[in-house]
């Protein structure tokens, strides 16, 4: 990741098909391989699955760039997120997630920490247009 003028940041992968089973991204000094075999294998992320653990960590990125600023106390987050793919033309036709949340904040700060990471999340953005991406982020219940 570099910075460049006007506020730009770039970023890059490289990938490298191993074999027919598997492949590798790597970025910095971080290395995750990729379930790029046909048949699949469990022991990788394949595509779809990296676009939502992609737009997962965006948000959970997102939350504490700006915990800071808003003030927002908080113990823990967790998001899940389900897509649904289509075949013709293959795309993701739709995600849905869910931001959970351990704080004692209230509602009116959380709804305004959803709003931010709406609003400021890069990945968010990128897939929000081409998707139906919708979702909640909501208080932990607290285990009895």
């Known amino acids: 990741m570099t910075e460049s003028a006007g506020l730009k940041l770039e970023f890059d992968v490289v990938s490298v098909r191993l074999s027919a089973h598997a492949s590798e991204s790597r970025c910095k000094d971080a290395l995750i391989t990729l379930d790029t075999d046909m048949a699949g294998n469990p022991q990788a992320f ?49 995600i849905r997630y869910e931001i959970i949340i351990d704080t004692d904040e209230p509602d009116r700060r959380l709804d305004l920490l959803h709003e931010n990471v709406k609003k400021y999340g890069t990945v968010f953005n990128t897939v929000a247009p081409g998707t139906e991406l919708v979702g909640v982020l909501h208080r932990m219940i607290a285990s009895p």
Do not use: Y
């Open 46 to 94: 394949n595509p779809a699955e990296l676009l939502l653990a992609a737009l997962s960590a965006c948000m959970i990125k997102g939350i504490e760039r700006v915990t800071p600023i808003l003030k927002f106390q908080l113990r823990g987050v967790e998001v899940r997120v389900h897509g649904v793919r289509q075949d013709v033309p293959p795309r993701m036709e739709s």
